[in-house]
């Protein structure tokens, strides 16, 4: 069955270092999405792109976060300059319509020193 | 706010008993999703509701929507120990729009 990807599952940065985190998406899906997960805490809706632009993004993703999709198949998020609040799990997701089910990746783990 | 929110926060049942988590959100919704996550894994998709549906079945689970009252039930039938785990409740609202999450239930069965 097609999943969701994400590299790496663990990245440990020193706080101002930029970091990418990758997603592969499932191949015929349209619709990407970036949420975090501070430990302990609900899943936090970051971003969604769709026909290679942003198509909503939330309070959280300012000026420091960046997502791209480079070629056919990854999608990336940027953090430009990491605070130790950006520590958080980080999941990646799509689907393949609008209003339809979100299929999550197993998400990157960010640790920031 | 949109958020849903699961209760109760927490549940422990003895396996083969059923488990019923409850979500209750603010405003209208086009559908409602619950998902699975396992201590600091990633979140497996269980059951979309849509608004103008009242009851999905998947399995052992089972899944309520109630719009007059914003909530929706989650009920698992038979728990196993393999069903312990983080259940969360998002809603959709109509157009392209994220999901919203609630804080979860965390899940535990007793073997």
């Known amino acids: 069955e097609p999943e969701v990807t994400q590299t790496p599952s663990h990245q440990v940065t020193q706080m101002g270092q930029e970091v990418i985190l990758r997603c592969v998406p499932i191949?015929?899906?349209?619709?990407f999405y970036w949420y975090r997960q501070i430990l302990g805490q609900k899943v936090e809706f970051l971003v969604s792109?769709?026909?290679?632009?942003?198509?909503?993004k939330s309070e959280i993703f300012d000026d420091q976060f960046s997502v791209e999709r480079p070629d056919g198949s990854n999608f990336t998020l940027k953090i430009r300059s990491t605070k130790l609040e950006d520590s958080a799990m980080y999941f990646c997701?799509?689907?393949?319509?609008?209003?339809?089910?979100?299929?999550f990746g197993p998400g990157t783990r960010l640790t920031v020193l | 706010s949109q958020q849903g929110e699961e209760d109760p926060q927490a549940l422990s049942i003895q396996e083969g008993e059923n488990a019923t988590m409850n979500c209750s959100y603010k405003?209208?919704?086009?559908?409602l999703q619950w998902y699975r996550q396992n201590s600091g894994r990633g979140l497996v998709h269980l059951i979309l509701?849509?608004?103008?549906?009242r009851e999905k079945h998947s399995g052992r689970l089972r899944v309520t929507l109630d719009t007059s009252k914003k909530s929706s039930s989650l009920l698992i039938t038979a728990s196993r120990a393999a069903d312990t785990a983080s259940y969360f409740c998002?809603?959709?609202?109509?157009?392209?729009?994220?999901?919203?999450f609630g804080k979860g239930t965390r899940l535990s069965v007793i073997a």
């Open positions: 997701a799509s689907s393949e319509a609008r209003q339809a089910i979100q299929y």
């Open positions: 191949s015929n899906h349209l619709y």
């Open positions: 792109f769709y026909n290679n632009e942003i198509s909503e």
């Open positions: 405003t209208s919704i086009n559908n």
């Open positions: 509701i849509r608004s103008n549906e």
């Open positions: 998002a809603t959709e609202k109509s157009g392209n729009t994220p999901l919203v």
